[in-house]
Each structure stands twice: as C-alpha cells, then as structure tokens.
C-alpha cells in the first residue's frame, strides 16, 4: 500500500505565497505520474496540476485558473512531489490532495487544507 503524505497547507492573505509537498512511500519515480487536485467546500475535485514523465523529460500540465501563480516540481531523492502556489487568491481556498497513478491504481493524499483570506 502506498501512502502519500501531504503538508504545508495553511492560512495565507490574498496575494501570498504556499509551497505543498507530498512524499509518498515508495519511490516516486516508479509512479506513471503524479498530480495535485483541489476541492472547495459545495464543489467537485478538480485537476490543479500533473507531472507526468516523458523519456527524460516530463509533460506538466496546469488548469487556467492557476496557470502562471502556480508551478509543480518534484524531488526524487526525497520522494516528494511539491506545489508551489504565488499570488494566491481567496477562489485558491479548497482542500488540496496529492495523487499518483500507478496503472492501473489510483492513490490519494489525506488532503491539506489551504485557506486564502482576504
């Protein structure tokens, strides 16, 4: 069973900055890809961003809403996939959850809540 682990969630003013990181239990480079989703509060999951790699590259994608605030990296010796989320906005406020896929399973995050004010 894998387990990933999110953290760095919080409460940040409207025009701050929050970095997500989520390490999973098994190396991450073994995963067909990985991705971080959003839910806020009366609303589906949505897709935020997935790195999915390519040969020696990677195919990133982002959602338009956060195109430009947001960038998504990872770190292989430490496991970690990370959300780094700019110029955030009180429409940002949701609970976010990391993902990898491993075909054809599907695992999730607890979810790390991140609240904009303001």
């Known amino acids: 069973q894998v387990q990933l682990v999110e953290s760095g969630g919080g409460v940040v003013q409207s025009g701050g900055s929050l970095r997500l990181s989520c390490t999973a239990s098994?190396?991450?480079?073994?995963?067909?890809?990985m991705g971080w989703y959003r839910q806020a509060p009366g609303k589906q999951r949505e897709l935020v961003s997935t790195?999915?790699?390519?040969?020696?590259?990677?195919?990133?994608d982002y959602a338009d809403s956060v195109k430009g605030r947001f960038t998504i990296s990872r770190d292989i010796d430490k496991n970690t996939l990370y959300l780094q989320m700019n110029t955030l906005t009180p429409e940002d406020t949701a609970v976010y959850y990391c993902?990898?896929?491993?075909?054809?399973?599907?695992?999730w995050g607890q979810g790390a809540q991140v609240t904009v004010t303001g």
């Open positions: 993902n990898a896929k491993y075909h054809p399973l599907d695992y």
């Open positions: 098994r190396k991450i480079i073994t995963f067909n890809s």
């Open positions: 790195f999915t790699p390519v040969g020696k590259t990677a195919k990133i």
